[in-house]
């Protein structure tokens, strides 16, 4: 049995991180995964505001640490900076291809992930950092050309 102050980590042993693939350093699975299954429970590491300011925002390290909600000493909620531990800094973005979501315990520290749809063997294992990205989406579609989106609208029947 485990107190109150002790979080039990998981984490799915069918997994590898490639350092040669088109987005860098990933996670990928070994075997296949079945839907809902606990990828990593990782500890968080959240920074103070000024720190992140002064100190994480000029290094590469910011390109890793998630927004996390902390509140200030007069009780106004801020956004600060946090540290993933574990495999969560390692996932890329893709929101075409995302298989795995997370769910942030701001109480305990930690966030947990886990597949959201069976993952086959051999596909990289991917979260969504939403909308305000610091780089090009390679997954996102290319825009349509004015014809191509004249040719999508005529396919439109009303009835």
Not at 65 to 72: A, I, K, M, Q, R
Not at 84 to 95: E, Q, V, W
Not at 113 to 127: K, Q, V
Request: hydrophobic share 35%.
């Amino acid at each position: 049995m485990h107190s109150s102050s002790e979080i039990l980590l998981q984490r799915c042993a069918d997994l590898v991180i490639k350092s040669d693939t088109p987005k860098g350093r990933g996670v990928f699975a070994t075997k296949d995964i079945p839907a809902k299954t606990i990828i990593d429970i990782c500890p968080v590491l959240v920074l103070g505001l000024q720190e992140n300011v002064d100190h994480i925002e000029k290094t590469s390290l910011y390109h890793y640490t998630y927004n996390w909600p902390t509140t200030s000493e007069n009780r106004e909620i801020k956004v600060a900076q946090a540290v993933i531990l574990g495999l969560g800094s390692m996932f890329n973005h893709s929101t075409q291809q995302q298989n795995v979501v997370w769910e942030r315990d701001t109480d305990r520290l930690i966030i947990t992930y886990r597949s959201i749809r069976d993952i086959h063997a051999g596909e990289e294992l991917c979260i969504s950092y939403g909308n305000h990205l610091t780089f090009k989406d390679v997954d996102a579609p290319s825009p349509l050309s004015p014809e191509e989106e004249l040719e999508q609208f005529n396919q439109i029947h009303l009835e």
